[in-house]
C-alpha cells in the first residue's frame, strides 16, 4: 500500500506512522515550574542526539508544562523507564492540571539531582540531568508553525543504578528499558545480540 500523510488516504484505522518509527525510546521527563510544582510525563518522540558533548530532544505537541517548564527554567530532567515502571510511566501520562504533582500521581519518590534544581525518578533505573540548549518550532507542511515544538538539552550530570553495570557497562537486559511502538504498545528491551561494524 501507498499513502500521503497530508491527505491521510491509507484506509486504515488508525494512522500507521507511528508503529513504523519504532521502537522509541521514552524519554521520562520531569522539570519543575517556577512555582515549585514537579511535574513528571513521558515523551515518546525522544533521543540522543550527539554523544560528544552528550545531548538529547524531546517533541511536544503543543505547550505541554514539560515544555514550558524547560523553557521557563532552563534544565529538565530525562529519566530511563524500566519494564517494571510501566504502570506508573502510564499513570504519569494523564493530562492533569499543572498544579499537580505526577510524581505523587504515580506513587513514585523523588531524588534530588546534583546539578539541577528539578527532581528525578528515585525509582528510575537512570536519569540525566539536561540543561535546555534550544526550543525549535517545527513547520507544518503549509509553511506555518505545526503544534509541535523540539526541545534540546545538554546532558550535565548521568545517574546509573549500579545493579545495572556488569564489568563496567551498562547491562541493556538489566536496565529492561521501555519504548514505544504504535497504536497502544509497547516493548522491552530483553534480547541483546551484538555486531562488530566491517573492518574493525
Known amino acids: 500500500m501507498f499513502y500521503e500523510p497530508?491527505?491521510?488516504?491509507?484506509?486504515?484505522?488508525?494512522?500507521?506512522?507511528?508503529?513504523?518509527v519504532a521502537p522509541r525510546?521514552?524519554?521520562?521527563?520531569?522539570?519543575?515550574s517556577d512555582e515549585g510544582i514537579a511535574n513528571l510525563a513521558p515523551y515518546s518522540f525522544f533521543n540522543g542526539?550527539?554523544?560528544?558533548?552528550?545531548?538529547?530532544?524531546?517533541?511536544?505537541?503543543?505547550?505541554?508544562?514539560?515544555?514550558?517548564?524547560?523553557?521557563s527554567t532552563g534544565e529538565f530532567v530525562c529519566n530511563i523507564v524500566s519494564y517494571a515502571l510501566r504502570d506508573a510511566m502510564n499513570?504519569?501520562?494523564?493530562?492533569?492540571?499543572?498544579?499537580?504533582?505526577?510524581?505523587?500521581?504515580a506513587g513514585l519518590r523523588k531524588a534530588e539531582c546534583r546539578i539541577v534544581k528539578a527532581p528525578r525518578v528515585a525509582e528510575a533505573p537512570a536519569a540525566l540531568e539536561c540543561r535546555t540548549l534550544k526550543i525549535v518550532d517545527l513547520p507544518g507542511e503549509d509553511?506555518?508553525?505545526?503544534?509541535?515544538?523540539?526541545?534540546?538539552?545538554?546532558?550535565?550530570?548521568?545517574?546509573?543504578?549500579?545493579?545495572?553495570l556488569i564489568d563496567g557497562l551498562v547491562d541493556a537486559k538489566r536496565l529492561n528499558q521501555l519504548a514505544?511502538?504504535?497504536?497502544?504498545?509497547?516493548?522491552?528491551?530483553?534480547?541483546?545480540?551484538?555486531?562488530?561494524?566491517?573492518?574493525?
Open 25 to 32: 525510546p521514552i524519554g521520562w521527563i520531569s522539570t519543575i
Open 180 to 200: 514505544r511502538l504504535g497504536y497502544h504498545d509497547y516493548s522491552a528491551v530483553d534480547k541483546v545480540f551484538s555486531l562488530a561494524r566491517p573492518g574493525r
Open 143 to 164: 509553511g506555518q508553525c505545526s503544534h509541535y515544538r523540539v526541545v534540546f538539552g545538554l546532558v550535565v550530570g548521568i545517574h546509573i543504578a549500579d545493579e545495572t
Open 91 to 105: 499513570a504519569s501520562s494523564a493530562n492533569v492540571d499543572a498544579n499537580v504533582d505526577e510524581f505523587e500521581l
Open 49 to 71: 542526539v550527539s554523544d560528544d558533548p552528550p545531548m538529547v530532544m524531546f517533541s511536544s505537541g503543543g505547550n505541554k508544562d514539560s515544555l514550558v517548564n524547560a523553557e
Open 6 to 20: 497530508r491527505k491521510n488516504d491509507h484506509g486504515l484505522p488508525h494512522r500507521p506512522f507511528k508503529a513504523l
